[in-house]
């Protein structure tokens, strides 16, 4: 079977993101396998539970969190990428000194080593 | 990179059908060295791709040509100088570095580079070796 891998490179604010949400959700209710999104460089963004986007504005966090639970859809993110936004975690907690943990967990902490994990599984990776 | 002709266009995809694509990932570089991350994170995914063992091969178009030009010094605007790092491909074994001829030639850049083994391709070379690969990533 086809499998399908998925970067995600803008961030939660960014319409592209909402691209890059609408073709993972088209390609998931045709029953195509979504191994993964890969989340990197701003895309980690995402993955701060603290970003607060206005109410009459699209919620990405929202739709990926449906996605997740809905599909049992893999979220990784990029931990490099993510500690320099300001998105701390349990696992790194003491390394950086942070005050307290702001990742979603849906997400899974991942490096870019999981990128080629999902590249060579995949048919085909998109970059959005 | 410039429009082709359909003529070229299938030119390009009856030889990329005929060699198999075997290589992993192409990297595109297109954005300049030091006004953002984009080409350090590029290098990152390239040094992870390789030291997996997996064929990385690096692409150079647009103004990502300007991350190849010799004589520059991030240090001097206090930027970590990401492109002496690039001295280190041969020891990863990434050995397929391509840079776009149109994108120097528009820019007015010689083929002075800082590394060693880059190939300066047409449009349509470009082209040719991009569609060799299984999976591409464009920064």
New interface residues.
């Given amino acids: 079977m086809k499998k399908l891998a998925v970067v995600v490179t803008t961030p939660p604010y960014s319409n592209l993101t909402i691209t890059a949400i609408e073709y993972v959700e088209a390609a998931l209710s045709q029953g195509i396998d979504v191994i993964g999104v890969f989340f990197y460089q701003d895309g980690a963004i995402q993955a701060n539970e603290n970003v607060s986007i206005a109410s009459d504005e699209y919620q990405a966090i929202e739709h990926w969190t449906k996605l997740h639970h809905e599909y049992q859809l893999p979220l990784h993110i990029c931990i490099t990428a993510a500690e320099k936004r300001g998105i701390t975690c349990e696992e790194v907690l003491d390394d950086n000194d942070a005050k307290s943990e702001n990742l979603n967990d849906i997400f899974t902490v991942s490096g870019l080593g999981e990128l080629v994990e999902l590249s060579s599984s995949a048919t085909r990776l998109v970059q959005f | 990179m410039a429009a082709f002709t359909e003529q070229e266009t299938s030119e390009v995809a009856k030889t990329a059908e005929i060699l198999n694509t075997t290589k ?2 192409a990297l595109i570089n297109s954005k300049a060295p030091f006004a953002n ?2 080409g350090k ?1 590029s290098l ?2 390239a040094l ?2 390789a030291s ?1 063992e ?1 064929v990385v091969s690096l692409f150079f178009q647009g103004d990502g040509v300007y991350q190849l030009i010799d004589q520059q010094d991030g240090s001097l605007i206090s930027v970590k100088d990401y492109l002496k790092t690039f001295s280190a491909f041969e020891f990863y074994d990434i050995e397929d570095i391509y840079v776009c001829q149109q994108s120097l030639v528009e820019r007015k850049l010689s083929n002075s580079f800082h590394i060693e083994n880059v190939q300066v391709l047409t449009a349509k070379d470009f082209a040719l070796q991009l569609s060799q690969h ?6």
């Fill in positions: 992993t990932l991350t984009h994170d990152d995914v992870i791709f997996f997996q299984k999976h591409v990533l464009r920064f």
